[in-house]
């Protein structure tokens, strides 16, 4: 495949799902991911699309309807998830309540865990199981599995956190913004994310700045709803923001 080709392939591809990963373009494409690597390199300085570590995002504000699979997104910004991740987890004390949401930073942020003394609730079977390895206690939500993201959802997930009040609580997001709120494409993961946040005395999305620029199709909260934990960066318009905590990467 011929260099513009490949650069009109992986255009199409990041318009269609919002954000794209080199090893899933490559696979795509049948090109090496040293080949991947370069072209996005290349589309970034044409203002084509934005580059992130692991893959590529839109430039622009993109509305997203579909959820990248758990695995791809675990691929991308993982330096900056880290960094997130070990910070949010120093928030913890012995005695919270905590809930945790399902995705790929809040999967860092299990990894990232050491109060153990703490109690954990989530509707993720990956998160539960990080979580117990360490000797936390943990509360799994019941309810429909979602395949792209693991998470429990559905009237059994809902009925479960009706029982529930949390001192803490860490939530992904798809999308963020002043205007928007906080977006996720899926309907049933929007009414857990928006319960368990309404049943929570304090609220933070962990989200790399790429957020910024995404939008989908269901509100699950209000944009100063949550403190936001994000990785350093010099852009203007998120420093303004009073919500948001940045956290530098190593």
């Given amino acids: 495949m011929l260099t513009e080709e490949r650069y009109k392939a992986i255009l199409a591809a990041v318009s269609e799902t919002g954000a794209v990963t080199v090893t899933g373009l490559s696979e795509l494409l049948g090109a090496s991911e040293s080949t991947i690597r370069r072209d996005l390199i290349a589309l970034d300085h044409m203002h084509k699309l934005l580059k992130v570590h692991g893959g590529a995002t839109s430039v622009s504000s993109q509305f997203s309807t579909t959820d990248l699979s758990i695995d791809a997104r675990y691929e991308m910004n993982t330096a900056e998830k880290r960094a997130i991740a070990a910070y949010a987890a ?10 945790v949401d399902a995705g790929s930073t809040t999967e860092a942020f299990c990894d990232a865990v050491t109060e153990t003394h703490a109690t954990y609730v989530t509707n993720s079977i990956m998160h539960a199981s990080k979580l117990v390895s360490k000797g936390c206690c943990t509360l799994v939500l019941g309810g429909e599995l979602k395949d ?10 809902v009925d479960g956190l009706s029982r529930y009040h949390f001192t803490k609580g860490f939530w992904g997001t798809n999308g963020a913004s002043p205007e928007d709120g906080f977006t996720t494409p899926e309907v049933n993961e929007g009414q857990i994310k928006r319960l368990s946040m309404r049943r929570c005395s304090c609220c933070y999305i962990l989200c790399d700045t790429s957020k910024f620029k995404q939008i989908s199709p269901v509100k699950f909260a209000d944009f100063y709803d949550a403190t936001i934990i994000c990785e350093e960066t010099d852009d203007p318009r998120i420093k303004r923001f ?4 940045m956290v530098a990467t190593k």
Avoid: E, H, Q
């Fill in 242 to 245: 009073k919500n948001v905590v």
């Fill in 148 to 157: 792209a993201t693991r998470a429990t959802v559905g009237p059994d997930a």
């Fill in 90 to 99: 120093s928030l913890i004390t012995p005695d919270d309540f905590v809930y």
